[in-house]
């Protein structure tokens, strides 16, 4: 079982959609949640990150942990075209925030 | 703005060539670190290093050694490229302390054939 499961899609949503992308994981370590989005031929760049659990919300996008259920998500208001990539969720423990473990990816295509 | 540099977009090797991907970072980050990202499997790390001349192994360093001589470059070796490590490979940096916000270079698709 991987540490970290997040499922692949593609995720399809018609422009102004609510998206909804999730991570699930086990390890029970994990204090840092963050979510990197990648477009296409770019390298990641970090979207948000969440320290232990609760909500994060920055514009349009909001980060959820709940620490319980070892359950993590982000949700995309008013979803736009220019959303459309490659969603990352990665986690890290306090000891060792360096070392990142990902999910593998959602894949999101905002269509206009 | 932080940039992360990588010497090549594209590289295509012969089966038991040495392979080096450079990576060059501008902003005196600490940790540098560098992953392949595989369809299916996400992002994993190879190697990193948290200091000049210090290496730690992620979770894949089989087939890989790295070197890091100066604070700004962290390159990756491959002694003898195969056929699995067709992939692409992702260079990343990051300040002491602050290892969750890691900004990555645009990435070097390799192919070995």
């Known amino acids: 079982q991987k540490e970290v499961e997040q499922d692949p899609g593609p995720l399809s949503v018609p422009e102004g959609a609510i998206v909804s992308l999730n991570c699930t994981y086990s390890?029970?370590?994990?204090?840092?949640f963050m979510w990197y989005r990648q477009y296409s031929r770019k390298g990641p760049e970090l979207l948000m990150y969440t320290y232990s659990s609760g909500n994060k919300e920055d514009g349009r996008f909001t980060a959820q942990v709940d620490k319980s259920s070892k359950y993590i998500s982000l949700f995309i208001r008013d979803s736009q075209p220019s959303d459309s990539a490659t969603y990352l969720c990665a986690m890290a423990s306090s000891g060792n925030t360096g070392k990142l473990i990902f999910g593998q990816g959602t894949t999101l295509q905002v269509k206009p | 703005d932080v940039k992360v540099t990588q010497s090549s977009r594209y590289l295509v090797k012969r089966t038991g060539e040495k392979v080096f991907l450079e990576c060059v970072q501008d902003m005196d980050h600490e940790n540098m670190f560098w992953y392949r990202q595989d369809p299916g499997l996400g992002l994993r790390l190879i190697y990193f290093?948290?200091?000049?001349?210090?290496?730690e192994k992620g979770d894949i360093p089989e087939g890989y050694s790295v070197s890091r001589e100066k604070k700004e470059r962290f390159s990756l070796i491959l002694e003898s490229a195969s056929t699995n490590q067709t992939s692409m490979y992702l260079c990343a940096s990051t300040p002491a302390g602050t290892g969750y916000e890691q900004y990555f270079g645009p990435g070097t698709r390799l192919t070995v054939t």
């Open positions: 290093s948290y200091d000049v001349k210090m290496k």
């Open positions: 390890n029970s370590a994990f204090q840092y």
